[in-house]
């Protein structure tokens, strides 16, 4: 069975200062790898994902992923953080499962930044 | 606008009590599923449904029982509420099923409280 693990339960940067947030991932077959974004009091949003090829992934609000098969990790990044960024942010695996597909989430890493 | 509507958006149940969580979705999705949200716990499977007239056990179905009224509308159902499922419950769609490629659009949640 897949699993992923977000070592930092919580981060706190500086706005203006780089970010990476580390993921790391278990799964037998090509991993499908997914960073979503969560706001207080709303859904998940998607940032990212990579399913092959490149691995450097842009998304969405100047957020990118690189996928390292040798370390089984996909470390989500962005140069320089806004506050409005503070949010809760999930890695998360994807597998086939019976006639549809299933995500395994990490267990979430908040970012809180300071003005 | 288009999207994944659950409701309620907030309910207190007292322990013994049932209720069903409502979820829509106007993106002609055919895949849907509910996961549990709880601190420190990412958010976990319940239940899902590939396709209109199917549904399949996710990792923690114990106390759930899901109903796929049509292709729009997957509900969730408490019969027995305890404590133990106070939680906040999120719905998601995806437009194929069994297609890694296609990211899950998330409602923004119902928060449950049980007494």
């Known amino acids: 069975a897949q699993s992923v693990t977000q070592p930092d339960i919580h981060i706190t940067v500086s706005e203006g200062a780089s970010l990476e947030l580390r993921c790391n991932y278990s799964y037998g077959a090509t991993p499908y790898l997914f960073w979503y974004v969560q706001s207080p009091g709303q859904g998940l949003q998607l940032l990212l994902k990579?399913?092959?090829?490149?691995?450097l992934v842009q998304g969405i609000k100047g957020f990118e992923a690189e996928f390292k098969r040798s370390q089984s990790s996909f470390n989500l990044r962005k140069p320089s953080v806004h506050w409005s960024d503070a949010a809760e942010y999930f890695c998360a695996v994807g597998a086939q499962g019976a006639g549809s597909y299933q995500l395994t989430f990490g267990k979430g890493t908040k970012l809180s930044v300071i003005p | 606008n288009a999207g994944v509507t659950q409701t309620p958006k907030f309910q207190v149940l007292k322990t013994g009590q049932s209720m069903t969580l409502q979820c829509a979705q106007d993106?002609?999705?055919?895949?849907m599923y509910w996961y549990r949200q709880d601190p420190g716990m990412g958010l976990r499977l319940i239940y899902y449904?590939?396709?209109?007239?199917?549904?399949d056990k996710g990792e923690v179905p114990n106390g759930y029982n899901v109903s796929r009224l049509n292709k729009r509308e997957f509900s969730l159902r408490l019969e027995s509420a305890a404590p133990s499922q106070t939680s906040v419950y999120f719905c998601?769609?995806?437009?194929?099923?069994?297609?890694?490629?296609?990211?899950?659009?998330f409602g923004d949640g119902t928060r449950l409280s049980i007494l």
């Open positions: 998601a769609s995806t437009p194929r099923e069994q297609n890694l490629n296609q990211p899950q659009h």
């Open positions: 990579y399913f092959s090829g490149d691995t």
């Open positions: 449904s590939a396709s209109e007239g199917t549904t």
């Open positions: 993106m002609n999705h055919n895949s």
